[in-house]
């Protein structure tokens, strides 16, 4: 999703308003009632719609309807309502901040006078009533009316168990100031602290549930407004959506990258702490990328814009993030399940305790009453609720922070259930790349081997001769002339070079060709061959004169990777095209036992749906390019982007650093986080299993202990609060993989 509409007919709403699980139901609910609207998922934490629908049949205006239908407030796409929703929560904290200030100005007076002073009269009720009712009408009316929506939209939420416990006992005290009940029966108090309760408990939810975006509004705040770019010969600073691909942009030391780009002129250091999670800032030259909204340190860049508007590597991660923020991973269909039936359970616990206590235990139908209230507004399906999306919103936030973009809330789960971890081999476990690794002289220094070997091969395009000029280069070797190149298919290439014919090749051709001095050479041969290398050999006037290993390289962090994932009590595999002899090398360096070799790329998947069918939970590592399809049949899918394309469609999980500990890390947040919403859940479950119970008297007849529904109102309200708080701890969180590397 892009946040915005989009002609595929997705797009991102935010709603305000919405305070529980049920009313995330009754919103999807008025939305899916749309003709056109194919899918709606809701986020309460995030306050936002994901909707799937035809632009031919329906659109945004029809949405706005639906929503404020249902009685919530429709605050546009996502991006229109970046500044009017910050509006919006500023104003709603003001005004419960109000409300929270009149309901105890009002109620903490209100008990002390009906505590202490108990004068009969109509006269003494009526003054209670008269100092009660600025605060009733202030903080009751908006339960009231909420609740009354509701009911019309056939919704029972929380506003509606709140409305019934205010309403019941305003009702009795209106009958107590009247004397139509006795005195005891004035619950004037317990009305307007309820009503304060309840603005106190959403005043701190909302509070939390703000910082649970943190990581979006880090992330939108990297984005300059404005960039200078070079066009007609001179420096003009222009708005950033006016920026071009191929615009010439000045950076100063200092200023914000305003979009991605490839360096032209300058070098500077770059702090991409905030894209990468790499603390250190990255030295960037010409020919290297830049990255939009990263910090330019101390030098000036000039730069050739690459990715501008919604392609820049910023804006994926940001929609990649928020559409992952409002991702369900399973888990939260327990929690659904239980909050469709809870209101009707409590509601029936409620009445029961109320005719239990009157009719048959024979109490005064003022313990009753009371007993009812407390019930009413003690159970919570909010913690329910948000007991998921907060964890998963923050977790999801803190993974962008450190170069871990989660696609999908499910992959967190998935992730926490692993069993075995799959490596590809080539481009993920090494670098991607043959080097050479080895120069052993036969005949001359190993630098005249490499000279000439990398002076014929300067002709071809073979990845092998590639590897052998990188070597000489970085010796600083330089390269005479040759003649009469030839390449000799599949096997070498030759040429003439100071009148001597060289020729560069394989094992095989070097015996055909009857080469002298193979026999000398065959431990050191062998030597290389055992080690997983390619052995190119080098001869003059057809004498061997040296040998060349190459090999792709095992990448710094993979041996690291794979004895975490074993030290987490994993399974690690490897799955490679490569022979068998080549793989059990690689795979030996890596300290990997389980190797899958000569698979061509599209049966990769088949091996992972092998594991899967013994009984194995298999993540596929990748490098999203040739194992797309290993990757979509692996319960998570983790691909090592490694800079700047994040858009791997493959991966449940998007690496943005080249760093396979990044992977660990990956699979640690996702335990962290189930282990956050496990434990969320509880205290959830927990809260109502024994509050709910304890409002209806259960400890009454045993220690005389019961609950005045003042209390209870704000035990309800505290219950959000701690599930939210709960999972803002996991903006601290930092994976163990990674306190190690630091």
């Known amino acids: 999703m892009t946040g915005r509409e989009t002609p595929g007919g997705k797009v991102e709403i935010k709603i305000g308003g919405m305070h529980c699980a049920m009313c995330v139901q009754a919103v999807e609910k008025s939305l899916k009632k749309v003709t056109g609207i194919k899918d709606v998922t809701v986020d309460l934490a995030g306050e936002q719609a994901f909707i799937s629908y035809d632009r031919e049949r329906t659109g945004l205006e029809e949405m706005r309807k639906a929503v404020e239908a249902a009685g919530y407030q429709y605050h546009g796409t996502a991006d229109e309502a970046e500044e009017r929703g910050k509006e919006a929560r500023a104003r709603e904290l003001r005004t419960r901040k109000w409300r929270i200030a009149v309901g105890f100005a009002t109620g903490l007076p209100l008990m002390a006078a009906m505590l202490l002073l108990k ?193 820049t590597l910023l804006a994926q991660i940001i929609q990649l993030v928020r559409t992952a923020q409002g991702s369900r991973p399973p888990v939260q269909r327990l929690a659904d399940r239980v909050v469709t039936v809870f209101i009707p359970i409590i509601l029936v616990i409620a009445t029961g305790a109320f005719l239990t206590w009157h009719f048959l235990a024979g109490e005064t139908f003022l313990f009753a009453l009371t007993t009812l209230i407390a019930v009413l507004v003690i159970a919570c399906p909010c913690a329910l609720g948000l007991a998921t999306p907060t964890a998963v919103m923050v977790g999801i936030g803190r993974g962008a922070e450190l170069g871990i973009l989660v696609r999908r809330g499910e992959a967190l789960e998935a992730a926490d259930k692993l069993s075995v971890v799959v490596f590809d081999k080539t481009g993920t476990l090494t670098a991607g790349q043959p080097d050479v690794t080895d120069v052993i002289s036969v005949a001359g220094t190993d630098d005249e081997i490499l000279r000439a070997a990398a002076a014929v091969e300067r002709h071809s395009l073979h990845p092998l001769g590639t590897a052998i000029g990188r070597a000489a280069a970085a010796r600083s070797l330089g390269l005479p002339d040759v003649s009469a190149f030839a390449t000799l298919e599949g096997e070498g290439v030759t040429a003439m070079l100071a009148g001597e014919q060289i020729l560069v090749g394989s094992l095989p051709f070097f015996k055909r060709r009857d080469v002298a001095g193979l026999s000398v050479a065959v431990s050191d041969i062998e030597g290389l061959q055992d080690a997983g290398k390619t052995v190119v050999l080098v001869a003059r006037n057809d004498v061997l004169a040296g040998i060349l290993g190459v090999a792709d390289v095992l990448k710094p962090s993979a041996g690291a990777a794979v004895a975490a994932f074993k030290g987490m009590g994993l399974d690690v595999a490897m799955i490679t095209g490569d022979n068998a002899r080549s793989a059990a090398a690689v795979a030996g360096q890596a300290g990997i036992g389980r190797v899958i070799a000569q698979v061509l790329p599209k049966d990769k998947a088949r091996e992972v749906q092998r594991i899967q069918e013994n009984g194995g939970v298999a993540a596929f590592v990748g490098d999203g390019i040739n194992d797309a399809p290993a990757m979509a049949q692996a319960d998570i899918g983790i691909a090592v982007a490694g800079g700047t394309d994040v858009a791997v469609e493959s991966g449940d999980v998007v690496l943005i650093r080249d760093d396979l500990l990044d992977a660990v890390a990956a699979v640690q947040l996702s335990r962290k986080v189930m282990g956050r919403i496990r434990w969320n859940l509880f205290w959830a479950f927990a809260y109502n299993a024994a509050l709910v119970p304890l409002a209806a008297g259960a400890l009454y007849p045993s220690l005389g202990v019961r609950l005045p529904p003042a209390v209870a109102g704000l035990a309800m309200a505290m219950s959000s609060v701690t599930v939210v708080s709960l999972s803002l701890l996991l903006k601290k969180f930092v994976p163990p993989i990674k306190r190690r590397a630091s």
């Open 119 to 311: 004068p009969p009269g109509l006269a003494w009720g009526l003054g209670l009533l008269a100092f009660a009712l600025p605060g009733i009408v202030f903080l009751g009316f908006p339960i009231l009316r909420a609740a009354f929506r509701s009911l019309k939209n056939r919704s029972l939420n929380m506003d509606v168990m709140y409305a019934l416990g205010i309403g019941v006992a305003l009702g009795s005290s209106l009958l107590a100031v009247l004397r139509l009940l006795p005195h005891d029966f004035l619950f004037l108090d317990t009305v307007v602290l309820l009503a304060a309760f309840l603005n106190l408990g959403k005043y701190l939810e909302a509070r939390a549930k703000g910082r649970t975006s943190d990581a979006i509004r880090k992330l939108l705040g990297l984005r300059p407004n404005t960039a200078i770019v070079v066009r007609d010969g001179r420096e003009r600073e222009i708005a950033i959506d006016d920026v071009r691909v191929g615009d010439e942009i000045v950076v100063r030391p200092g200023e914000k990258i305003p979009v991605d780009g490839r360096v032209v002129a300058g070098s500077s250091s770059v702090d991409e702490a905030m894209i990468s999670g790499e603390p250190l800032p990255v030295l960037k030259r010409e020919g290297d990328e830049l990255i939009g909204g990263t910090i330019n340190k101390n030098g000036v860049l000039r730069f050739t814009a690459l990715r501008v508007g919604r392609e």
